[in-house]
């Protein structure tokens, strides 16, 4: 493979459906701006992965659309109510030719060097995924350029990609595990290192700012 041709796939639900179990970690007003404040960080630490070269956004969001104009990722419109999977399998599809990591827009700590020591560490395999820091859902899901993604995000996931056949990557990759569904979990990504977004957004929130 050559260093940079990974193209990555991020599908984002509309908000009023999106993070619900995260709700309470900020006033409810500001909870879709938290959204989308830990979708710009996941995407700007994409971005700056040496060994991604392009971004796909999924959505029908236009809050988000807007938010990510400036960023350097590339919009494709979802089809509402077919689930996050299928998102994944659309933007995937217009990768065609190139290998396609599929990220979750809730890595608000991630860090470019954990991305591209995960996607090298698939290197001598053709599909494979990276558990949550829980163990039992799935922060990345990779495939070789050809090989069908066939994500299985949902509930147990971690799981149902190892019975799908791909290779569960383990590594010291923290902020990559590190994905954020509850207040908790925003804590821990806190304890890691917030991306600017969601750094600015938290800390202006707590201090009355926001």
């Not at 350097?72 to 089809?79: E, F, K, L, Y």
């Not at 990557?169 to 990559?176: E, K, T």
């Not at 804590?187 to 700012?209: I, N, P």
Request: glycine share 8%.
């Amino acid at each position: 493979m050559r260093r940079t041709e990974w193209v990555a796939v991020m599908p984002v639900k509309r908000l009023a459906m999106a993070k619900t179990r995260l709700r309470g970690a900020v006033p409810a007003a500001d909870h879709a701006r938290l959204v989308v404040a830990m979708a710009k960080d996941t995407l700007t630490a994409v971005l700056a992965c040496p060994i991604v070269h392009h971004a796909l956004i999924v959505t029908d969001e236009p809050t988000m659309v807007a938010a990510i104009a400036d960023l350097g990722a590339q919009h494709v419109p979802d089809r509402p109510d077919t689930g996050l999977n299928a998102a994944l399998e659309r933007g995937a599809a217009l990768a065609a030719g190139s290998p396609v990591v599929a990220l979750t827009a809730d890595l608000p700590a991630l860090r470019p060097q954990d991305l591209a020591a995960a996607l090298t560490a698939l290197s001598y395999h053709p599909r494979g995924y990276v558990p949550d820091a829980a163990g039992t859902g799935t922060a990345m899901l990779a495939a070789a350029a050809g090989v069908a993604l066939d994500p299985r995000f949902g509930p147990g996931s971690a799981r149902a990609h190892a019975a799908s056949g791909a290779v569960r990557l383990d590594g010291d990759w923290p902020s990559l595990r590190q994905d954020v569904d509850t207040p908790a979990d925003l804590a821990a990504a806190a304890d890691l290192g917030l991306g600017r977004y969601t750094a600015e957004f938290v800390g202006a929130t707590r201090y009355g700012g926001a």
